[in-house]
């Protein structure tokens, strides 16, 4: 069974960072491409960031591109988004998990395979 565990979220004025972590159980994780997604209050899920395989190609949506990164640890199974100069609409429940359709920088689109999320408020 695969369990998914995010962490890091919190609240921060625009401008600030923060560091998302995620571990990931249950499936083979070299096998994967990852990924971050996002589900803002009354918008659909979309992918936010994603990284490929070995970690060499990444998916950015183009509302995050120059100011998130995303990074994978095999050794851990776990991969992390740094999110750098946050904006208000960055504000959202952070879900991290295995990609389905992947195509490096065209396409990131999630297996069903959902933790809890961490939130995170950017707000002034």
């Known amino acids: 069974q695969v369990q998914v565990e995010e962490s890091g979220g919190g609240a921060v004025m625009p401008g600030g960072s923060l560091r998302l972590s995620c571990t990931i159980s249950g499936l083979r994780f070299e096998d994967y491409a990852m990924g971050w997604f996002r589900q803002a209050p009354g918008k659909e899920r979309e992918a936010a960031a994603c990284?490929?395989?070995?970690?060499?190609?990444?998916y950015f949506a183009d509302s995050v591109k120059g100011r998130f990164t995303i990074t994978r640890d095999a050794a851990n199974h776990a991969i992390y988004l740094q999110m750098n100069n946050l904006k208000v609409e960055d504000s959202a429940m952070y879900y991290c998990a295995p990609v389905d359709e992947y195509e490096s920088n065209r396409l990131c689109k999630p297996e069903e395979t959902w933790g809890q999320g961490t939130l995170v408020t950017v707000s002034s």
């Open positions: 990284i490929g395989w070995t970690g060499t190609t990444t």
